[in-house]
Nanobody, 116 residues
Framework: QVQLVESGGGLVQAGGSLRLSCAAS????????MGWYRQAPGKQRELVAV???????NYADSVKGRFTISRDNAKNAVYLQMGSLKPEDTAVYYC??????????WGQGTQVTVSS
């Protein structure tokens, strides 16, 4: 019922920046929270950042101060501005939404690769 389209991933050198975008489309839903998770090869999927309906935010300690999450409620979109990127940030990044009836939706993922 809800589809997520991600964009903005790519290859960047350490210290560089990228901006990820995700837009939700569909009908008959309201969004409680949106965010980003990531999964590196051989590692569990982990929370990167989440923004709730009241615009409160949570960040993983590893990205705090470097990444900024924001949302555009009119467009049902969420963004992740990533700065001071490190090789440890290399992962597939997944957009996440939680809708009003409690169901979770995931984007297809976008690859972020940070070289030394």
């Amino acid at each position: 019922q809800v589809q997520l389209v991600e964009s903005g991933g790519g290859l960047v050198q350490a210290g560089g920046s990228l901006r990820l975008s995700c837009a939700a489309s569909g009908s008959g839903f309201s969004i409680n929270a949106m965010g980003w998770y990531r999964q590196a090869p051989g590692k569990q999927r982990e929370l990167v950042a989440v923004i709730a309906s009241g615009d409160s935010t949570n960040y993983a300690d590893s990205v705090k101060g470097r990444f900024t999450i924001s949302r555009d409620n009119a467009k049902n979109a969420v963004y992740l501005q990533m700065g001071s990127l490190k090789p440890e940030d290399t992962a597939v990044y997944y957009c996440y939404v939680r809708v009003g009836w409690g169901h979770n939706y995931w984007g297809q993922g976008t690859q972020v690769t940070v070289s030394s």
